[in-house]
């Protein structure tokens, strides 16, 4: 049975109705004390609670209910219903232990999907850790879902791949944290390839590309003629991926204001075309990753709570590559296999002298940076065997900043805009394409690098 806490009759009898067409059998309570009488009395399977009562618009008494509710049933998922000007409000109550929030006025298909969603996490738990060998935990875990191209057996990885194969049925919102290289885009596409969305699109965006002025163009896409440059129609990635999951990598790297943009079209699920005043209907599920801590920006006002709280129902967060140091043999392994194929040198092998070495290197750039470290040794080394020697004289001893003022030509004999693109470049090569670094060497966000790629004309590869 569910519960339905609304002051407002018209709401009651509507939510009521929906639930039982549903399936979902609803009591509807009006007041804070009839409700906490029938949670009392037998818990709920989930309740569905209005922020607001009529003699408490600052709803104040609709998180002392949530309070209260969660005290006496803290298992009972709690989804809350505000007013768009109130998502402050629904933010504080996330806060204090509710499941979920949507907005009034909500649109039925979505407030049942989020329903499911919030029932699919709630009622399925972890399951307790195996106590197997890492090795037969990881056949396992192969036989249930697919997870082709992640390499490991560490512990902390085999607990990431449980998480994924856990939420992966269901459409919560997924933030996958974790440094730099270290596989959070085969994260996302694993939690999509288990998911019941498998055979739709998975559309990926780097947020950290994307200035505000274009992000409308880019994500709603636009009618030609609805601005200046608007020659024809281009369709936004939202549309690309309706009906599947789209993944938004680098997300800390969102400008404010197109944080609110993005939060409206997660809460209300549409959109509209620039040019087209049409709204559109949105089925989407939504991944999200970043290097960055967005609690910390959260903190610093640098990225907004609601969109946090949206976006975060459940939180991956990967480990770096010095924390599963028993994964580099197995990693370097598959990496050799690969090349082993591209160069067509089917005796190459590495010896166990090199995966020592290379077990006790640091790796800031984690995956991506050990996969360019096998492939140079093999381009550099005409050695079958790759010894320590071959990776050490192929490392790159990298300076802690950009190149020094110094080692640019001479004033005068480039454009402020030309040396600005020779530091980026040359930047690039030092750090071997790792984005995060080249961007604090140069003093700079990801996005504003980004920024400068396009300008410049600069390929990277992310």
Request: proline share 6%; hydrophobic share 40%.
């Amino acid at each position: 049975m569910f519960l339905i806490i609304d002051d407002d009759l018209a709401i009651r009898t509507s939510l009521k109705l929906l639930l039982k067409q549903a399936g979902y059998p609803a009591q509807a309570v009006a007041t804070p004390a009839e409700a906490l009488a029938v949670v009392r009395d037998a818990p709920p399977r989930l309740v569905l609670m209005d922020m607001n009562f009529s003699l408490d618009t600052s709803g104040h008494d609709g998180l002392a209910l949530l309070a209260q509710v969660k005290a006496v049933a803290p298992q009972v998922p709690v989804i809350l219903i505000t007013g768009w000007g109130s998502i402050a409000l629904a933010v504080e109550g996330m806060k204090a232990g509710a499941a979920e929030f949507v907005t009034k006025p909500w649109h039925n298909d979505g407030l049942l999907q989020t329903i499911r969603t919030v029932l699919a996490v709630r009622e399925n738990p972890p399951e307790t850790e195996p106590t197997e060998a890492p090795a037969r935990q990881r056949r396992q875990l192969d036989q249930q879902f697919a997870f082709r191209d992640i390499i490991g057996h560490d512990a902390q990885l085999l607990h990431v791949l449980r998480q994924v194969g856990q939420v992966a049925a269901t459409d919560a919102a997924v933030l996958i944290e974790g440094e730099s290289g270290t596989g959070k885009e085969l994260i996302a596409e694993a939690i999509h390839r288990n998911s019941p969305r498998r055979q739709q699109a998975f559309v990926k965006v780097n947020l950290g590309g994307i200035s505000s002025s274009l992000f409308e163009s880019e994500m709603f896409g636009h009618r030609r003629g609805a601005f200046t440059d608007a020659k024809t129609d281009r369709v936004g990635r939202f549309e690309l991926a309706n009906g599947g999951t789209i993944f938004l990598d680098e997300i800390g790297e969102l400008e404010l204001a197109s944080q609110v943009k993005l939060l409206r079209v997660l809460q209300d699920r549409t959109y509209e075309v620039l040019g087209d005043s049409k709204p559109r209907r949105l089925d989407i599920r939504v991944i999200a990753a970043t290097n960055r801590n967005l609690a910390e920006m959260v903190q610093q006002g640098r990225f907004r709570e609601d969109l946090f709280y949206r976006i975060n129902l459940i939180s991956v967060r990967l480990p770096a590559l010095r924390e599963r140091p028993q994964d580099i043999p197995l990693l370097t392994q598959h990496f050799l296999d690969q090349l082993r194929a591209t160069y067509q040198r089917p005796a190459l092998r590495v010896s166990t002298r090199a995966l020592h070495w290379l077990r006790e290197q640091p790796l800031p750039g984690n995956i991506r940076e050990l996969k360019n470290l096998v492939e140079r040794a093999v381009l550099v080394s005409g050695k079958e065997e790759l010894g320590p020697e071959d990776f050490q004289a192929n490392t790159l001893h990298l300076p802690a900043r950009a190149p020094a003022p110094g080692e640019l030509p001479a004033p005068g004999t480039m454009t402020l805009d030309e040396l600005e693109a020779q530091m980026i470049r040359q930047s690039l090569a030092h750090y071997e394409g790792n984005i995060s670094r080249v961007a604090k060497a140069l003093g700079l966000s990801r996005g504003a690098l980004y920024r400068r790629f396009e300008k410049h004309g600069i390929p990277y590869d992310e």
